[in-house]
């Protein structure tokens, strides 16, 4: 299944959806699952929706924690349903890496927003993640390698006679 696809019809319903004054979910939503059915992952993308729309709110502290300049009514419903997709899923499919996350949600945004829009996600998600706890994890030093007795392990020298030389 396309999970490129399904991200980006995922952001249309939530799109479509706050477009309508909120109104209409389960309709939009079976009328796109029913156009691409063949080609989606019904199931993630209704966890993608579905969950989105009930984790609205901290979905939306999110967004402005990161950019408090913009009220939420003030970014573009384009960008909002971006994000509110990529954070949802950044915050609840630990399985997904999420530098993939980011780089489908600035793929969208190039494909749907704005000229700048991918600019704003791209910052915006970078900035969630790199507050994130999964930044840590992802950015944790590995130790040295030590030796039995705990000192640094000594690099080995390769002896000259031990390159073969191809003439």
């Known amino acids: 299944m396309n999970r490129h696809l399904t991200r980006t019809l995922a952001m249309q319903i939530i799109y479509e959806w706050d477009f309508r004054d909120r ?3 389960k309709e939009i939503q079976n009328r796109s ?3 691409f059915k063949k ?3 019904i199931e993630y993308l209704r966890k993608l929706v579905n969950g989105t729309i009930k984790e609205l709110d901290q979905v939306d502290k999110k967004i402005l924690s990161v950019a408090p300049e913009f009220p939420i009514d ?3 419903k384009i960008d909002k349903a971006i994000l509110r997709i990529a954070i949802f899923e950044f ?3 630990q399985e997904v890496p999420p530098k993939v996350i980011i780089n489908e949600a600035v793929e969208i945004a190039k494909m ?3 000229e700048n829009s991918y600019k704003f996600v791209n910052g915006a998600l970078g900035a969630i993640y790199r507050s994130s706890s999964r930044f840590e994890q992802d950015t944790k030093i590995e ?3 030590t ?3 705990g000192k640094p392990a000594a690099k080995k020298k390769i002896s000259e006679d031990r390159i073969k030389i191809k003439e």
Do not use: M, R, S, Y
Request: glycine fraction near 8%; include cysteine; hydrophobic fraction near 25%.
């Open 33 to 35: 699952e029913e156009i």
């Open 112 to 114: 749907f927003g704005g």
């Open 147 to 149: 030796n039995p007795k």
């Open 91 to 93: 915050e609840n499919c």
């Open 74 to 76: 003030q970014i573009a």
């Open 39 to 41: 080609d989606l992952d």
């Open 143 to 145: 130790p040295k390698k």
């Open 23 to 25: 109104k209409n979910l």
